[in-house]
């Protein structure tokens, strides 16, 4: 079972008001989440006190939704609440990602699902960005675009030809023919290079180091942040990376910078790998991290650092779960 919410405001006490807010706020949910009447259990509406003329429930039924059980309920008053508020909770019998309804006045009861906004997540290797980012992302209701996956692409195409990584001229001879799509399905990021879905090969370790080297040219990174500023300007979006607050998404809505030792950051990663099946040593690991950390921080173009504004967190002591609710709690504040 699936609980959808929603809420819309109406002008003032009126009969004809409250039906036609009613109406527009199921159709949107029903549109929205891609529903069938038939699929609603229940229907359950709660109005402000200054809301007498009317029962939402009883506008539910006139709009053509008879076939669940329909309930209303008056709130309480609450000082400094919306007024002239009808909220809603639909009980649906299938299990889908529900899409949250606010219309009208309630727009400003949930701007974190109503109002488009971007989070930009910097840190090193390791440091638990893209986790995190996945999980906001998934925790909002908004898209991941994971900006790490579309370099690592670029860095698979320049070792499936055989380039020379080092050799500036012929990565960017190999961006003129790039053929990188982004697609998006089921709420999640599929890379495809070449018409082909790398999403799993772009993991692969050799990948990584070869993606923290090409990445170091301009002409890789501006065909790419080409691509990411188009998408974050559509929608709302977490990025993650190491220059998305100070390049990329420099006007970011929220931004984060991650960090912890090179020493857990080595583990987290060898966990990982270990769990995907890959034989991967440990000290290894850890050089690696420590010259990606040098290679992001030194390299002329977008270098690895902290924007001016940006809230800087140290996870090496933190679980994800502390850390996820330290920057909902940061973003909330502002929201």
């Known amino acids: 079972m699936t609980v959808i919410r929603g809420a819309t405001t109406i002008l003032c006490d009126d ?3 409250i039906r036609n807010a009613v109406k527009e706020l199921l159709a949107e949910v029903v549109s929205q989440n891609e529903i069938k009447r038939e699929e609603i259990l229940s229907i359950v509406f709660s109005s402000t006190s200054d809301i007498h003329s009317y029962y939402p429930a009883k506008a539910a039924r006139e709009a053509g939704f008879e076939g669940c059980s329909l309930f209303s ?3 309480p008053d609450i000082e400094g609440g919306l007024q002239l508020c009808i909220r809603v909770m639909i ?3 299938k299990n889908i990602q529900p899409k949250h309804v606010y219309l009208r006045g309630a727009l400003s009861l949930r701007k974190d699902i109503t109002k488009k906004i971007n989070i930009a997540i910097d840190g090193p290797a390791g440091s638990g960005k893209s986790t995190l980012a996945k999980r906001l992302a998934r ?12 370099y690592r692409a670029c860095a698979l195409k320049a070792l499936k030809e055989g380039a020379d990584l080092n050799d500036e001229v012929a990565i960017c001879e190999l961006m003129h023919g790039l053929s990188l799509d982004i697609d998006y399905a089921n709420g999640g990021q599929r890379t495809i290079l070449d018409g082909l879905d790398v999403s799993e090969e772009i993991r692969e ?3 990584s180091m070869a993606a923290s080297t090409v990445s170091k040219y301009p002409c890789v990174r501006i065909k790419m942040v080409e691509k990411q500023r188009e998408i974050a300007g559509r929608i709302s979006c977490v990025l993650d990376g190491r220059d998305i607050g100070t390049y990329v998404l420099p ?3 929220f931004k984060f910078f991650l960090t912890a030792s090179a020493d857990v950051r080595a583990k987290r990663r060898f966990d990982e790998l270990k769990a995907k099946g890959y034989e991967v040593d440990l000290e290894k690991l850890k050089a690696e991290i420590v010259l990606r950390d040098e290679q992001d921080s030194s ?3 977008a270098p690895l650092k902290r924007a001016e504004d ?3 967190i140290d996870t090496s002591s933190m679980s994800i779960e502390e850390v996820l609710a330290f920057l909902k709690s940061k973003i909330q504040e502002r929201i």
Do not use: N, Q, S, W
Not at 140 to 150: R, V
């Open 73 to 75: 309920a008056v709130e």
């Open 310 to 312: 940006a809230e800087e």
């Open 139 to 150: 925790d909002y209701k908004i898209l991941y675009l994971d900006t790490g996956a579309m």
């Open 299 to 301: 390299r002329e173009f």
């Open 91 to 93: 009980f649906v019998e």
């Open 251 to 253: 006007a970011a809505d």
């Open 205 to 207: 370790p050799r990948v």
């Open 15 to 17: 009969k004809t008001e």
